[in-house]
């Protein structure tokens, strides 16, 4: 909880307003280029090939052999769509549902892995360390002239290579020209290729780490200006984010995409799409329009599988997205006011987690929902509540007592009889419903908070509170 007083949640800065978007889209340069894979594979030998296959790499090699296409519509639609976050996760909206893509997404679509592997150097030939290749210390070589290298004969003068480097610069090619996507008179830096020469060591290294951050940092230099003209370049790896959305946002997936029936698993998301549709920015539109209630998965999987690989993301923000798992949609006054009214999202989660449940099973499915700062803060709410009412309840008894002592002293015994047998007659109106005198009545009520109350807390300590 923000604050035990329900305090409203801060929404971050979309890039539009809601609704506000424009409904134009724009063309995408993209420099990842996974026919690659198809000339590395014929610039070496099949054990080789193999070896790559068995790397972090595989995953991409099997993607370039089916029939999915980037689509730059759909990569403009999210654009459009980018929350203005702090940190490297990207967050983007559907239908005005939150939908995050971070380093935890990206090893999720691709398989590539995040954390280096421990490995120890290996001796093939020429020491990684003394005597590394000639094109991984100079510091001088764009991705061109390594693929000129790897997929040419040898200039005059210069040695062939052989199995091991072939293997080496392959694997180079494949990463900076499908992962990386440096401009073609980019230098690759020297970094990225300090264990180019071991090819164990090299695809031991956190790739998935290296493209995610070229792609993220792409991406949040975007504005409004950016497609102003119409067109603009994005590096890294897109289609990781891409394949991503498919999955993320079903209907993306359901509409323009062809689903794998044969995947062996359901991570890495890439092996389980087949083939995809050309889209126009139109039909993304109208599908979005058309569906009642977009079906968004603002985190996909097990949100406790891999959260290491998230950043942090604002404190209030993470709020919203715990009521948004649990079931809660954003409104549009909300993204409108950047605020979002807690009480009242947990009131309508209350609702929403069991309309034909008695109140006591409604009150307990939630709670199981709950933080335990957010249980806390209910039981200080509801025991402020229930003293206020206890003391409501006190001062109008001790009133009508009151009330009833002065006017029978001012009575003679006759009159009082008479009086007696009002209050009696007027007791009976008042519980028409059941055969309670006014006072038990009063004790009842008293009763009965205490019971719904006790209820209340025992439930909640069923929870483990801390």
């Not at 200039?155 to 091991?164: A, R, T, V």
């Not at 090299?202 to 497609?227: M, V």
Request: with cysteine; charged share 30%.
């Amino acid at each position: 909880m923000a604050s035990s007083d329900f305090e409203p949640l801060a929404l971050p800065e979309p890039t539009y307003g809601m609704g506000l978007e424009p409904i134009v889209g724009a063309n995408i340069c993209q420099h990842s280029d996974l026919s690659l894979v198809a000339k590395v594979k014929h610039a070496l030998g099949k054990a080789s090939f193999t070896k790559l296959q068995s790397s972090f790499l595989g995953h991409i090699i099997e993607l370039s052999a089916r029939d999915i296409r980037f689509s730059g519509k759909i990569f403009h639609y999210l654009m459009l769509r980018r929350l203005k976050t702090r940190g490297r996760n990207l967050w983007f909206t559907v239908d005005m549902q939150p939908l995050r893509f971070s380093l935890r997404e990206f090893f999720l679509t691709t398989g590539i892995q995040c954390e280096p592997i421990h490995r120890e150097p290996r001796n093939n030939g020429k020491d990684p360390i003394s005597e590394p290749y000639s094109w991984a210390v100079r510091g001088d070589y764009t991705l061109t002239q390594l693929q000129y290298r790897l997929f040419n004969e040898p200039e005059e003068g210069e040695e062939p290579l052989d199995d091991k480097e072939k293997e080496c610069l392959a694997a180079v090619v494949l990463t900076e020209g499908i992962l990386m996507t440096p401009y073609s008179l980019e230098k690759i830096p020297l970094s990225r290729l300090k264990h180019a020469s071991d090819f164990e060591m090299y695809t031991a290294q956190p790739w998935g780490k290296e493209a995610y951050n070229i792609l993220a940092t792409c991406i949040q230099k975007f504005d409004k200006d950016s497609w102003s003209k119409g067109q603009y370049s994005v590096k890294g790896f897109p289609m990781a984010l891409y394949i991503w959305a498919l999955s993320a946002v079903p209907i993306f997936g359901d509409t323009f995409a062809r689903r794998c029936n044969f995947s062996r698993t359901f991570y890495p998301l890439i092996l389980n799409w087949q083939s995809s549709r050309y889209t126009r920015f139109d039909d993304i539109v109208e599908a979005i329009k058309k569906a009642t209630c977009v079906e968004v998965k603002t985190i996909i999987g097990d949100p406790q599988e891999y959260k290491h690989l998230v950043d942090k993301d604002d404190n209030d923000f993470e709020e919203v997205i715990g009521l948004v798992m649990k079931g809660y949609r954003l409104k549009k006054e909300e993204w409108s006011s950047r605020l979002v009214d807690i009480y009242y999202a947990l009131g309508e989660l209350g609702d929403k987690m069991g309309e034909k449940l008695p109140v006591f099973e409604k009150q307990e499915k939630m709670e199981k929902n709950l933080s335990d700062s957010e249980k806390l803060d209910i039981i200080l709410f509801m025991l402020d509540d229930f003293n206020k009412r206890l003391e409501a309840i006190e001062e109008a008894v001790k009133t009508t007592s009151g009330e009833d002592k002065d006017k029978g002293s001012h009575e003679d015994e006759d009159g009082q009889n008479r009086n007696e047998e009002v209050i009696n007659e007027e007791a009976g109106k008042q519980n028409v419903d059941g055969d309670i005198a006014r006072e038990d009545f009063v004790e009842s009520q008293s009763a009965d908070n205490k019971v719904f109350f006790s209820h209340h807390c025992r439930c909640l300590a069923m929870t483990n509170i801390p």
